[in-house]
């Protein structure tokens, strides 16, 4: 009877513990974040003029997946209001700008970056899965994708390139801004979500400044 | 070996005599300092451990416990700089920072109880040498950083039982719990303190 009661106590506790274990993200936007990685030798007060497509490259790994350029206007807009505001002046391509920024959507957890080297060789492939092992965005010691397998995750990447040639010819990636974070909800709302994410890039990078 | 068996089975077999064990089952409430506070500031409400003590003389028992403690902090809108793998680069990440430290220590220990085996309360002191395993993890929006190591750790203690009958007492103490670094730092040198409250089932 003695044992049975400390068993008994024993599971009760256990019980206790389990149940009030700390809950982590909660809701969709507690998974958003916002990135951002610079070229410490890039001297960004040399940049002048920039372009920007007009339009928003989608990569997903979903083929029946229907592309919605609806809201690629809206993005654009704000990713250039942002350059602007950091004393950029935006100028057509044909007026040789100092720096292009490109913008891209990935949905679907299936990209995978290749970067031997983050500035110098900025390609994408299609990889086999996100997911943790084959993802060079596999974090340091041993940083993982968190599991949420059931979720659909999208990142918005803005890339500052410059246009100056280097001299092994590689893309010249001197700053880039990743918004990142569920794809659920409707599409106003993930666009708040972005919006703010994408003004959060620009408001931790102090440096990118005219 | 085999003569501490003997002795072993003697004294067990003894004990129905001379209530010469304790098997204690305690709630923990923990507050960090130093680096773990610095990772995971708030005080810790999840934790427990189990214990068995065995007495030598009146004054005198040794034993075991194994517990658990969790702490954990929510950090709402911030930056942190992190490395990701296979690259040197930092990264500026701005989100919700869910951070955790779970830890289990392993102790051996050795009370001394000042008023010996009698007393309405017999207050201790006590000192646990041994191990704990600590794991601590970072999450930020869908990336997630874990490192676990064992530490070497020395945790004094004094406290006191309460019989309330001649099979159950109730146990109060305070423990000082402070372990090693580990993993260059990574697993930062643990430093708490932590409060035990709980029963003992005495035979």
Redesign the interface.
């Known amino acids: 009877m ?1 044992r049975f009661l ?1 068993l008994i ?2 599971g009760l ?1 256990a019980q ?2 389990v149940s ?3 809950e ?2 909660e809701y969709v936007e ?8 610079y070229n410490k030798s890039a001297d960004f007060s040399a940049f002048t003029t920039f372009a920007i497509p007009d339009s928003i490259v989608h990569f997903s790994n979903n083929e029946d997946a229907t592309i919605d350029h609806q809201y690629d206007d809206q993005i654009l807009k704000l990713v250039t209001e942002n350059f602007v505001k950091k004393g950029y002046t935006l100028v057509d391509t044909t007026q040789k700008p100092s720096f292009i920024v490109t913008a891209s959507a990935f949905s679907n957890v299936s990209y995978s970056y290749y ?1 031997d080297n ?1 500035y110098n060789n900025w390609n994408w492939y299609w990889g086999s899965s996100w997911w943790p092992g084959t993802n ?11 599991t ?1 397998y059931s979720y659909r ?1 999208g990142s918005l990447i803005i890339d500052m390139i410059s246009t100056t040639t280097r001299e092994d010819n590689k893309v010249d990636v001197v700053w880039n801004g990743i918004a ?3 794809l659920q909800g409707s599409g106003v709302s993930i666009l708040y979500r972005l919006e703010k994410q994408i003004n ?1 890039c620009f408001e ?2 102090p440096y990118l400044m005219k | 070996m085999k003569k501490l068996l003997i002795i072993a089975i003697c004294l067990f077999s003894m004990s129905p005599f001379v209530k010469a064990q304790m098997f204690n089952v305690n709630y923990q409430m923990s507050i960090p300092f130093g680096e773990v506070k610095d990772f995971t500031d708030k005080t810790s409400f999840r934790g427990f451990d189990m214990g068995y003590h065995y007495f030598l003389s009146d004054c005198f028992s040794v034993g075991g416990a194994l517990g658990w403690n969790t702490f954990y902090e929510e950090e709402k809108n911030v930056t942190g700089y992190f490395n990701f793998n296979k690259n040197d680069d930092v990264y500026a990440i701005t989100g919700h920072q869910y951070r955790y430290i779970n830890t289990v220590p392993m102790l051996a220990i050795g009370r001394y109880y000042m008023t010996g085996n009698t007393g309405s309360i017999r207050p201790f002191v006590g000192l646990g040498l041994g191990t704990q395993w600590t794991e601590k993890r970072l999450d930020v929006g869908l990336y997630s950083s874990t490192i676990s190591r064992w530490q070497f750790s020395v945790n004094p203690e004094i406290g006191a039982c309460i019989p309330i009958n001649e099979q159950f007492a109730a146990n109060v103490g305070v423990r000082y719990n402070y372990a090693t670094k580990a993993a260059n730092g990574r697993i930062p040198e643990f430093q708490s303190l932590t409060f035990n409250i709980g029963i003992i089932l005495m035979r």
Request: hydrophobic share 35%; with cysteine.
């Open positions: 003695k400390t106590l024993a506790f206790l513990m009030c274990y700390p982590g993200a507690d998974y958003d974040v916002a990135m951002t990685n970067m983050w060079p965005f596999y974090p340091y010691y041993p940083w993982y994708p968190s949420v995750s990142d974070g569920l959060q931790q990078s």
